[in-house]
């Protein structure tokens, strides 16, 4: 990733405030690009904006290419004439610290359907030009995506492979079918894929008229009932029926003694590679075009992945098998040109992945949380880290600071105190502090440690699958940050940058 040097902040659209019982493109969307510039901070970091499936998680979506429907803006809609005032208001919750995903959902669908009447009776020939337009440019994926969602509603979001085995299969009789039978709920998911793509490009244009760019982030497998799996089975581990034959995960680590048994289906490497691993390739064109820079998910997993087999309870039996890296990462070059990528290089690495990551000159991922737990060897402490790299106090699977420093060992929170030359009582401070000033080209933080917050505010517990991806702040708690703070850190760190560069 060729950016300056430079600060930024981690936080996902769901956790802004706002009226709808989670947080959406709208207007405080923009206030905290507002508070970005203010700060001198010129990178924002979210998590997969794709759709959210069991347990609300970003990283388990019913596709690699679509937009979360719900991040679009009530406002929005009623700035642009599709909702009046009354029925917004009718959809309003309270805006607490905790996202209302149901009920917010429930309200959004019905709203979201008089829109989605109103926008089709009311196309004017400019806006029916950059509809089809859209749907052209993305028919490789959106067409399947329709028709599996209406099939999935229709199927109460039963995992596709129990579906009916005409369409479960993609008999071609079936897909004419259920295309017609399905039309009006087919018109619905274009428009909002439509809409969702609008409010994301206006607010993206909006960060980066700041001089702010936007990573995204791009999981490495996908989710078993999801789109992908449904119109491309051939390039995936599963069998004629659709079922899971060999899944993803990762041995036991840090996190857990059982390792992670993820679930998603491994692919067919082989038969991607056939023709020049074209859906990769297609993957990363998408969302080179929706971000500036990617967070690549799980980066030692295109060395090599753990292989599991589906029957398996834990994600302790499996073994590593080799990946196509270089290949893959060869064949996205030659289309994509230039790669901006952060590579998350957490967990066991091997000489094979650092290779890797080295030969495309992607940055990897410091992790300060993880720097005391060992001696003054420990490659996550400031002093080892090169220039090409990104630091972080901690990400969207690590506590708070100020919760993982009340939830160590005596030791580790003695050795942090020693390191910061602090009594640990502002500790979320030191690690900002340590992070800005280390020789990381970048540097970027959770939005909870600028805010000081404890561990009731994080985000998401890996291996865990109830009560993630919740959190959210409140307007008081943005207008509590010490915004000067954070501009002495980044002039005293030399991380302000030329906005109009």
């Known amino acids: 990733m060729r950016f300056p040097r430079s600060c930024g902040c981690l936080v996902h659209p769901t956790s802004f405030p706002g009226k709808y019982g989670m947080g959406d493109f709208g207007f405080e969307a923009r206030n905290f690009l507002d508070f970005l510039e203010r700060t001198d901070q010129t990178i924002w970091q979210v998590l997969p904006l794709t759709p959210t499936g069991y347990g609300h998680s970003p990283y388990a979506s019913?596709?690699?290419f679509a937009g979360n429907i719900y991040l679009i803006s009530p406002d929005i809609l009623h700035k642009k004439g599709l909702l009046t005032k009354e029925e917004i208001k009718s959809i309003e919750l309270p805006s607490k610290t905790v996202a209302n995903y149901d009920?917010?959902?429930?309200?959004?669908?019905?709203?979201?359907?008089?829109?989605?009447?109103?926008?089709y009776e009311n196309l004017a020939e400019e806006e029916e030009q950059a509809f089809d337009t859209f749907k052209k440019q993305n028919k490789h994926w959106l067409d399947d995506f329709v028709l599996f969602m209406a099939c999935s509603l229709n199927y109460n979001k039963q995992p596709w492979n129990t579906w009916d085995d005409s369409i479960a299969q993609r008999k071609p009789e079936a897909l004419k079918k259920y295309r017609k039978k399905f039309s009006d709920e087919i018109a619905f998911q274009y428009w909002l894929q439509f809409e969702f793509n609008n409010q994301w490009i206006a607010l993206k244009k909006y960060a980066n008229e700041k001089g702010i760019r936007i990573v995204g982030d791009i999981p490495i497998f996908v989710d078993h009932n999801s789109a992908d799996v449904w119109a491309n089975p051939k390039y995936f581990e599963v069998d004629k029926k659709g079922n899971r034959q060999l899944v993803a995960g990762v041995p036991p680590d840090y996190f857990s003694e059982t390792g992670q048994l993820?679930?998603?289906?491994?692919?067919?490497?082989?038969?991607?590679?056939?023709?020049?691993?074209?859906?990769?390739v297609d993957r990363f064109k998408h969302m080179f075009n929706a971000f500036d820079a990617i967070r690549v998910d799980h980066f030692r997993g295109f060395d090599a992945y753990w292989e599991v087999k589906a029957t398996?309870?834990?994600?302790?039996?499996?073994?590593w098998v080799k990946a196509p890296g270089e290949k893959l990462f060869d064949a996205i070059l030659e289309q994509c040109g230039e790669l901006p990528i952060i590579a998350e290089d957490l967990?066991?690495?091997?000489?094979g992945v650092e290779k890797l990551r080295d030969k495309y000159n992607f940055p990897g991922m410091k992790i300060l949380q993880f720097a005391f737990d060992s001696d003054s060897t420990n490659s996550f402490l400031?002093?080892?880290?090169?220039?090409?790299?990104?630091?972080?106090?901690?990400?969207?699977?690590?506590d708070t600071t100020l919760?993982?420093?009340?939830?160590?060992?005596e030791t580790e929170q003695h050795r942090a105190r020693s390191y910061t030359r602090s009594n640990g009582e502002n500790i979320h401070w030191e690690f900002i502090r340590l992070g800005m000033l280390s020789v990381s080209d970048q540097a970027i933080f959770p939005l909870q440690d600028f805010m000081g917050l404890d561990g009731r505010h994080r985000m998401?517990?890996?291996?865990?699958?109830?009560?993630?991806w919740l959190w959210r702040y409140t307007e008081e708690m943005l207008q509590g940050v010490e915004e000067d703070h954070i501009c002495e850190l980044i002039e005293l760190s030399n991380r302000q940058i030329n906005r109009n560069t």
Not at 263 to 280: A, Q, T, V
Not at 347 to 351: D, N, Q, R, V, W
Not at 383 to 398: E, L
Not at 460 to 468: C, V
């Open 382 to 398: 400031p002093h080892n880290y090169s220039q090409n790299s990104v630091a972080y106090s901690g990400t969207h699977d690590n």
């Open 312 to 319: 398996e309870k834990t994600a302790e039996k499996g073994r």
């Open 103 to 119: 009920l917010s959902f429930k309200n959004k669908d019905r709203v979201y359907k008089i829109a989605c009447d109103r926008f």
């Open 62 to 64: 019913y596709s690699a």
């Open 460 to 468: 998401n517990i890996p291996g865990t699958s109830s009560n993630n």
């Open 262 to 280: 993820w679930g998603n289906p491994l692919y067919k490497w082989d038969e991607i590679e056939k023709n020049g691993f074209s859906w990769w």
């Open 347 to 351: 967990g066991y690495i091997t000489e």
């Open 403 to 409: 919760g993982w420093y009340n939830s160590v060992s």
